[in-house]
């Protein structure tokens, strides 16, 4: 009986180990069934949901991912179509534009550089219909033949041997005996803003995608003409018999002429895409017309100074006066233009939102704008240039948001 009952504990020892071993066993399996269930329900959220690189709520929306990394192989598969986006976009583009002469200039086929800014900003429905917002302005530019005018009262320091000492010895070259003396080529400055309606056609058999456009555009150029002349004299003493020189003068005239062109355009035209991998290339075209208001305001400064005769070096003149003349105060004027606005350009998909982007831009108006006019041109029945062209190619690259 006790060997019995001895074999029945031995038994039951075996089969409570063998069940024991059994579950464990079978719950390594479980944990590893769910640890690879999650680990590739992870990579298809990584795959269809983007990526989450933080925990905020926000992060979690994919309109707020900018920086997210670009999945090549989603790119690949989604059809040109779905690689348009929607919702809202923003550009920015540095500008190294030319402006081109005044008809005034003879060397008037030269173009000449400067710096501006362009924002284009809007939205795109999921209706394919939207907006499109662009301002640009352009300082400049500021491009004048200049030099300095050696003054009455100016000297430059000679030894005993009567030569001109060197530069090391100059010591009296300072602002008040020098005149500025300046001719201006070409300065202005340029402004636009505009507002378009979209609408985004479907997509051509190779993937290019044309959105027609129409709006109205504002846009101003102002032009500045500079002319400074500088003329020395003397004064005489009708007094005594004969007459004696008892004076030298000088003097100097500043004319400037302003002149604004304010136009009022409408426009049409239309925006070809197409995307290559991480590339998005575009071409946009609008021709415009309209309205050109013209303004112009002119001013001339009278500097003369009088010194004792001879003019002493270093020494103040006897009598400087500034006189502001009244005889040129403006004049106005109306007229049209016609031009096109041209852009050619490639953006690289930097992240999932972001592209940086470079081009080539052309902006030209055909015929009614006034500039590059000086007093003497524009004023006492002178003839009016102010129905001239204004050609402006620029150079850009800049970065998009969502474009």
């Not at 024991?20 to 066993?25: D, F, G, K």
């Not at 007459?243 to 604004?260: G, K, M, S």
């Not at 100074?305 to 109306?334: H, I, L």
């Amino acid at each position: 009986m006790r060997s019995t009952g001895y074999s029945d504990r031995i038994v039951k020892s075996l089969s409570g180990t063998v069940e024991e071993i059994t579950m464990s066993v079978l719950q390594s399996t479980i944990r590893l069934f769910v640890l690879t269930a999650m680990a590739v329900a992870g990579q298809v959220g990584l795959s269809f949901e983007g990526y989450h690189p933080f925990s905020e709520p926000m992060a979690f929306d994919p309109d707020w991912q900018f920086f997210a990394p670009v999945q090549l192989q989603d790119l690949q598969d989604l059809t040109a179509r779905q690689r348009a986006n929607t919702g809202y976009f923003l550009t920015y583009d540095r500008l190294s534009i030319g402006v081109n002469r005044s008809e005034t200039e003879s060397a008037n086929n030269r173009i000449d550089f400067t710096w501006g800014n362009r924002f284009d900003f809007g939205w795109m429905s999921s209706q394919e219909s939207g907006w499109l917002f662009s301002a640009m302005n352009v300082s400049g530019p500021n491009v004048y033949n200049q030099y300095d005018q050696q003054r009455l009262n100016q000297f430059l320091p000679v030894n005993a041997a009567n030569a001109i000492l060197p530069p090391a010895f100059q010591n009296d070259f300072d602002n008040e005996r020098f005149y500025k003396i300046q001719d201006s080529l070409n300065v202005g400055s340029f402004a636009s803003f505009e507002a378009n309606k979209t609408w985004r056609m479907e997509p051509y058999r190779y993937g290019g995608i044309l959105e027609p456009m129409v709006g109205l555009r504002y846009a101003f150029f102002g032009d500045t003409a500079a002319n400074d002349t500088y003329t020395r004299g003397f004064g005489l003493n009708l007094g005594v018999v004969p007459p004696t020189i008892n004076a030298e003068t000088e003097t100097l005239l500043r004319d400037r002429v302003f002149t604004d062109n304010s136009m009022i355009l409408g426009q049409a035209g239309f925006r070809y895409t197409k995307f290559i991998n991480r590339w998005t290339l575009s071409n946009d075209f609008k021709f415009m017309a309209g309205h050109v208001y013209q303004s112009q305001q002119t001013s001339r400064l009278t500097t003369r100074s009088t010194y004792a005769n001879p003019a002493a070096v270093q020494t103040p003149s006897v009598t400087e006066n500034d006189t502001r003349g009244t005889t040129y105060a403006g004049a106005k004027g109306e007229g049209s233009t016609v031009g096109f606005d041209l852009k050619v350009e490639g953006a690289y998909k930097a992240s999932k939102y972001i592209d940086l982007r470079g081009g080539f831009a052309l902006l030209y108006f055909g015929r009614g704008i006034w500039r590059g006019q000086t007093i003497t041109e524009s004023g006492n029945g002178g003839a009016r240039l102010d129905d001239q062209n204004l050609i402006m190619p620029a150079f850009t690259f800049g970065v998009a948001l969502n474009r």
